[in-house]
């Protein structure tokens, strides 16, 4: 915020163009929630004298709604853009009747009803796999998204996918069949969140212009480690509540992968080395393990070359990322939403740092602009010194 001591602004856009004065007016509070793991969603709650916003045509369902936020006089930032979905009215006793109107994202559409079909390009007797990013841009498109995916993730993902390649070269159809992507009675949403976990992407709307809410991002957190915004204790983070925890807590994940070629099984193991903040890879001939020890997991199903790289990080990554979690609030800052990095500065060695936010709150009423969040300490901020993300020691005064 380059001006704190303004008042905070919104702007609204309904059906297309700015809502009227006095429905702006209205208005006693607008929320903002935004997250990875749902639609984001926009609640405004109206003062409804003489019933005058009952059944406007402005708010009525299905219809455009666009938010952006921040100080005057400085460019306020365009957080949502998505459909009305819902209104709730009271009609009280005594007192103003009120009617509050929701909305969600595009997203909200892809979790109606289920789906149940394969992705793949027949050939022969065989069915070819599509590519992750194929199948996921196919999904997209039939909800009128557009897909991005950003460099890094698209590379993940065809590293992972790499072993295609290798299947192809020893001509096993069935190891190609057993990689085509099936769609389990899930809706799109759910759906895609899978994928989405076993290539290491978070899946976000884009509600930025020109194509505010039709932008379907499958973004890689590795793809973005700078700090969005610094908030220190005691000044700008008005509070803070950090969750560290080794309960469930997984160490390694081991694979029993098959090759048909050499008839040959081999063991592979993905862990993390705290310590030294390292992803450890070992591979290793082997039968099918029979034990593990604590905090170390065993697929005990059989894996090939293309479904155990996908298989191990779709399971190892989130429990990885999920160690060391928090939430906390600040004066409004509309630069605080999902996939943005937050450095958090005076809360020691262990709890400072560098945070991905996975999910924002945006609130608007009469105590002012406030914003809460949630976050995640990942482990690809490991690779960055301590300093550096502002984790210094507390010095005590004398």
Not at 21 to 29: F, N, P, Q, T
Not at 346 to 368: M, N
Not at 380 to 389: H, K
Request: charged residues 20%; aromatic residues 6%.
């Amino acid at each position: 915020m380059s001006n704190p001591r303004y008042a905070p602004e919104l702007s609204l856009r309904l059906g297309g163009g700015p809502a009227p004065a006095e429905l702006r007016a209205s208005l006693s509070s607008v929320r903002l929630e935004s997250s990875f793991g749902a639609a984001d969603r926009v609640e405004l709650a109206l003062v409804n004298e003489r019933l005058r916003w009952l059944d406007h045509p402005l708010l009525a369902l299905d219809g455009e709604l666009a938010l952006a936020l921040g100080y005057a006089p400085d460019p306020l930032e365009q957080l949502f853009v998505g459909e009305i979905v819902g209104q709730a009215a009271a009609f009280p006793s005594g007192g103003v009747p009120t009617l509050t109107v929701s909305a969600q994202d595009r997203r909200a559409r892809m979790q109606k009803g289920t789906k149940k079909r394969t992705f793949g390009i027949p050939a022969g007797a065989t069915i070819v796999p599509i590519p992750d990013m194929g199948v996921a841009a196919l999904v997209a498109g039939e909800n009128l998204l557009a897909p991005e995916f950003d460099p890094v993730g698209a590379a993940l993902s065809l590293i992972l996918g790499g072993a295609e390649a290798i299947a192809s070269l020893e001509g096993a159809p069935t190891v190609k069949q057993q990689a085509v992507r099936t769609q389990k009675r899930e809706s799109d949403f759910d759906f895609l969140g899978r994928i989405c976990t076993e290539n290491g992407w978070d899946m976000l709307i884009d509600h930025s212009d020109p194509l505010g809410g039709h932008k379907l991002r499958f973004f890689s957190p590795l793809s973005h480690l700078a700090p969005d915004v610094e908030l220190a204790w005691g000044r700008s983070l008005l509070e803070f509540a950090p969750r560290l925890t080794k309960v469930g807590q997984i160490v390694s994940i081991t694979a029993y992968v098959w090759i048909a070629r050499i008839k040959q099984g081999f063991a592979v193991t993905l862990g993390f080395d705290w310590d030294r903040m390292q992803l450890t890879l070992d591979v290793a001939p082997a039968a099918m393990p029979a034990t593990s020890d604590a905090g170390d997991v065993v697929i005990e199903r059989p894996l090939n070359p293309l479904t155990a790289p996908r298989e191990i990080v779709g399971r190892l990554l989130p429990k990885l990322n999920n160690r060391l979690t928090g939430s906390g609030a600040c004066v409004g800052d509309a630069r605080l939403r999902p996939g943005a990095v937050v450095k958090l500065e005076g809360l020691g060695v262990q709890f400072s740092g560098l945070y991905r936010v996975t999910a924002a709150t945006h609130t608007i009423d009469e105590g002012g602009y406030r914003t809460s969040f949630q976050v995640r300490k990942e482990i690809w901020f490991g690779s960055i010194p301590l300093a550096d993300q502002g984790a210094v020691p507390i010095r005590l005064g004398a």
